[in-house]
């Protein structure tokens, strides 16, 4: 089975310029989070996609950041314009939650990541 | 508030000691889940265990053990005989019905095996 795809692996930008990621879930899995991870912490939830609707976007930087989910598949995270302390690996991940039932279902499983630097 | 509390920021051990690593939790939800991933250099997040809030039995898998105490709201996380290639940061997390399982993560325990 197929683990949960993330493009591109590294990413150097300005600040001021865009940059987009993009997320391919695992195969049937209805929920999709992206995460912040800033060096030396923990991942932070930005935002939670259930099929294509937005279950969580509280913790999203709404001026700078957007994240769409179209046909409830693979998704985009979107910044911009960028500034110096969004630099950090940003995490995709997928569940079965929302769709098939049990406990498993909540299990997140994290694409590779995506490293930003932005200078 | 931090839901999630690693208070060991690093640990250093030599190979073949016994390691815990503590992890503290806050929720007030009845449903929820913990966690450990484990993060290596290389960067990706290795899940580990998962334990939901009407489990608190104990688990042993190989060298690795968790201990879930609801009284206490721990739940951490010992190996055994540890060896160099456990060197990494390793993560607690928290899952709650009311936040949707999103996963709240602590800020990580890094752990360095040294020969």
């Known amino acids: 089975e197929a683990g949960v795809a993330q493009s591109p692996r590294y990413k150097i930008i300005e600040k001021r310029q865009s940059v987009a990621f993009w997320c391919n879930p695992i195969s049937g899995h209805a929920t999709l989070y992206w995460y912040q991870q800033i060096l030396g912490q923990g991942p932070k939830l930005l935002i939670q996609?259930?099929?294509?609707?937005?279950?969580?976007d509280s913790q999203l930087p709404k001026d700078r950041f957007s994240a769409e989910r179209l046909k409830g598949v693979d998704s985009t995270l979107k910044i911009q314009p960028a500034k110096l302390e969004d630099s950090a690996v940003y995490l995709c991940?997928?569940?079965?939650?929302?769709?098939?039932?049990?406990?498993?279902?909540?299990?997140?499983?994290f694409g590779p990541g995506t490293r930003l630097t932005v200078t | 508030a931090q839901k999630v509390t690693q208070a060991q920021t690093e640990i250093s051990v030599v190979e073949k000691e016994d390691v815990t690593l503590d992890c503290v939790y806050e929720t007030r939800d009845t449903t929820y889940y913990l966690f450990w991933y484990k993060q290596p250099p290389s960067g990706e997040l290795v899940f580990l265990i998962r334990r939901n809030s009407f489990d608190e039995q104990n688990e042993i898998s190989g060298r690795y053990s968790w201990n879930f105490q609801k009284s206490t709201s721990s739940f951490n996380f010992t190996i055994t005989a540890s060896q160099v290639v456990d060197s990494a940061v390793y993560f607690c997390a928290l899952s709650e019905r009311n936040s949707g399982y999103a996963l709240n993560f602590g800020k990580g325990t890094s752990l360095l095996v040294t020969p």
């Open positions: 996609f259930q099929n294509n609707g937005v279950v969580d």
């Open positions: 991940a997928s569940s079965a939650a929302g769709g098939v039932s049990g406990l498993s279902s909540y299990e997140q499983y």
